[in-house]
């Protein structure tokens, strides 16, 4: 989790049994949404640590974080996929933004979408697809329309979940065993 601890926000691991809280990072930066990989061994978090907001990964018992992101815009939203093979991320650029996927160690970014807005990624149980949500202007720019919708990681066949009303941060619940 991120928490704010005399004005600084930083990643915390707590134990639900013992409710005991370990720091995992300790920086002036604002360290948030972190994602842990399913193995447990490493988190993936949103920092501005380095002048912009970008993505780290930092073992999960602490230590100094790598910086995996180094392209233009800001990174944010990291969701490590169910495999442990990739990280799904929002990124912001020139006013547009776009869904990714980025390997654990930086390589092969890959953007997947873009819109006005889109935002919140989710991983399918099997790693093959994301859900997320677009916005778009409505009304002359005097609202905004949010839908879910879902892609394969070529970026092909992107598809509209229909919901009963306008709809964001979509969740993909894990398989049932």
């Known amino acids: ?21 370990r720091q995992i990072t300790d920086h002036f930066g604002i360290d948030t949404s972190p994602s842990m990989a399913p193995d447990g061994r490493r988190i993936v978090f949103e920092s501005d640590r380095g002048g912009s907001q970008q993505l780290y990964v930092v ?7 790598a910086r995996i992101t180094f ?11 169910p495999r442990g093979d990739l990280i799904a991320f929002t990124k912001m650029h020139q006013g547009k933004f776009y869904i990714g996927v980025i390997e ?28 997320y949500f677009k916005e778009r202007p409505i009304n002359g720019g005097q609202g905004r329309e949010a839908k879910l919708f879902t892609i394969d990681l070529t970026g092909h066949n992107e598809r509209v979940l229909r919901t009963p009303a306008h709809a964001s941060d979509p969740a993909w619940s894990p398989s049932n065993p």
């Open 104 to 131: 654990p160690d930086g390589s092969n970014e890959r953007l997947i979408t873009t819109a006005y807005h889109v935002e919140g990624p989710s991983w399918s149980p099997n790693g093959r697809y994301l859900t």
């Open 1 to 21: 989790m991120s928490l704010a601890r005399s004005g600084n926000t930083d990643i915390f691991m707590m134990d639900l049994r013992s409710r005991q809280v």
């Open 71 to 81: 392209g233009d815009g800001r990174y944010a939203n990291p969701v490590w996929s």
């Open 59 to 65: 073992s999960a018992s602490g230590g100094e974080p």
